[in-house]
């Protein structure tokens, strides 16, 4: 069981910048292949970024190549820096946890956390 908790989102001006970080409590998490994903209203959620567990692979949604980088550290945390954000970019948030690599299914993900609120006005 992996629970997953969200933080870090918040009101941010077209062209700025957020961090998103996600702790989780399992002690397997090391275990896990590690995503984010995101959900607009009216849309479905979508994949933004993952990362492998030894965070020595890292792929990630086209809309957000080059502007948005996942990293995850050995205190079970994982991020979501987001650079050069917009008005599409907002969303909440998912942090996900998976025992697939290179996942970018919503189905491939087991466990999730509650998300948390990113919107960028123009």
């Known amino acids: 069981q992996v629970q997953l908790v969200e933080s870090g989102g918040g009101l941010v001006q077209a062209g700025g910048s957020l961090r998103l970080s996600c702790a989780a409590s399992?002690?397997?998490?090391?275990?896990?292949?590690m995503g984010w994903f995101r959900q607009a209203p009216g849309k479905e959620r979508e994949f933004v970024a993952g990362?492998?567990?030894?965070?020595?692979?890292t792929w990630s949604a086209d809309s957000v190549k080059g502007r948005f980088t996942i990293s995850r550290d050995n205190a079970k945390m994982v991020y979501l820096q987001m650079n050069s954000l917009k008005p599409e970019d907002t969303a909440v948030y998912y942090c996900?946890?998976?025992?697939?690599?290179?996942?970018?299914?919503?189905?491939?993900?087991?466990?999730w956390g509650q998300g948390t609120q990113v919107t960028v006005s123009s």
């Open positions: 990362i492998s567990m030894s965070a020595s692979n």
């Open positions: 996900a946890a998976s025992n697939r690599a290179q996942a970018m299914d919503v189905r491939d993900y087991d466990y």
């Open positions: 399992a002690r397997t998490f090391g275990r896990y292949h």
